[in-house]
């Protein structure tokens, strides 16, 4: 099994520019969710999802997107990006919403 | 929201030393959780709780659920040059999951 797959893991983006990052799980957790990482921030949760079809906002939702059409995928998309989007993201999946998360290995965003 | 406070922020300590770092919040939660991100990685969960006064070891760690369910403590016991990286602690409550903002830990050979 390969857990939970992220690309790209590095992305330089113009202010303005979209994007999406990939997230693919092959545990078949229903549940997948994204976090940003910021240095003394710790992890805070963009989006979420706990089933195919089904997404909710977390904690700092505002500029990004969401969709979950397969169990298998959760992209995280940036519409026009902006500088405090520069962060690590790190996709996560787990069986039920407050089980044991599994990360991917990050994607580094920096906005310019 | 609930917001958990993690001390230290950073420990600089020598290999063989023994480490403490800890997580509080103002909110009760139900499960507690120790993640240890190293360089360039993803998170891995090291240690969970599930009730509290629980008091749980996995090798060289130990961590233990405070008995008012506001707290949680990570020990490291004979650290060693790989245990460098940053340790999150997470409490969940409701389906919510809270992270602190990381105990980031360098071990000098």
């Known amino acids: 099994n390969a857990g939970v797959t992220q690309t790209p893991k590095f992305q330089v983006l113009k202010t303005g520019q979209s994007m999406t990052l990939q997230c693919a799980q092959d545990?078949?957790?229903?549940?997948m969710s994204w976090y940003r990482q910021d240095p003394g921030m710790g992890l805070r949760l963009i989006h979420y999802?706990?089933?195919?079809?089904?997404?909710d906002q977390g904690e700092v939702p505002n500029g990004y997107n969401v969709s979950r059409s397969t169990t298998e995928d959760f992209p995280l998309r940036l519409l026009s990006a902006a500088p405090s989007q520069t962060s690590v993201y790190f996709c996560?999946?787990?069986?039920?919403?407050?089980?044991?998360?599994?990360f991917g290995e990050g994607s580094r965003l920096t906005v310019l | 929201g609930q917001q958990l406070n993690q001390s230290p922020q950073s420990m600089f300590i020598q290999e063989g030393e023994d480490v403490s770092m800890n997580c509080t919040s103002s909110?009760?939660?139900?499960?507690w959780l120790w993640y240890k991100q190293d360089p360039g990685e993803g998170p891995v969960l090291l240690i969970a709780?599930?009730?509290?006064?629980e008091l749980t070891s996995n090798g060289r760690l130990t961590a233990q659920f405070g008995i008012t369910r506001k707290d949680s403590f990570l020990n490291i016991s004979a650290s060693i040059p790989s245990d460098v990286g940053i340790y999150f602690c997470?409490?969940?409550?409701?389906?919510?999951?809270?992270f602190g903002a990381g105990t980031r830990l360098t071990v000098k050979p």
């Open positions: 999802s706990v089933g195919a079809g089904i997404t």
């Open positions: 909110s009760i939660f139900n499960t």
């Open positions: 997470a409490g969940v409550d409701n389906n919510d999951m809270r």
């Open positions: 996560a999946s787990s069986y039920v919403r407050d089980g044991e998360l599994f």
């Open positions: 709780l599930y009730k509290a006064g």
């Open positions: 545990m078949n957790h229903e549940y």
